[in-house]
C-alpha cells in the first residue's frame, strides 16, 4: 500500500461548505495534522464524522513534525493537512512538506 499526503480544504466562514471528497477524507485519513485541533474537532462535529488521530501543526513545531508525516506517508499512511481556514499552503503550517 502506498501513502499519500492529501490538502484539505476547509471552509473559511460556513462550517457547512466542505465538499462531499473533502468530508471522505477527512473520515478515512489515517492522521489529520491541523493547525489548530480544536478548530478542526469542531469541524468534525458540525459534520457528525468520528474524530480521528489528530496532531497539532502549527508554526511552533512544523520544523519538527516534517520527519514524522514523511515517515508516515512511507509507512503507507494516509496523511491529510488542514488549516484552520481554506487550503493549505504558503503560508500555512505544513508549508514545508507540501
Do not use: F, W
Not at 477527512?26 to 488521530?53: F, N
Amino acid at each position: 500500500m502506498s501513502g499519500a499526503l492529501i490538502i484539505v480544504a476547509t471552509p473559511i466562514g460556513n462550517l457547512g461548505d466542505l465538499t462531499p471528497r473533502a468530508l471522505e477524507t477527512l473520515q478515512s485519513a489515517d492522521v489529520v495534522y491541523c493547525e489548530d485541533t480544536r478548530r478542526t474537532r469542531t469541524l468534525y462535529s458540525a459534520h457528525g464524522l468520528k474524530v480521528a488521530h489528530l496532531v497539532a501543526l502549527h508554526e511552533h513545531n512544523e520544523m519538527s513534525q516534517i520527519g514524522e508525516i514523511i515517515e508516515r506517508i512511507t509507512r503507507g499512511e494516509t496523511v491529510a493537512l488542514v488549516s484552520d481556514a481554506g487550503t493549505p499552503g504558503i503560508s500555512d503550517p505544513g508549508s514545508r512538506v507540501v
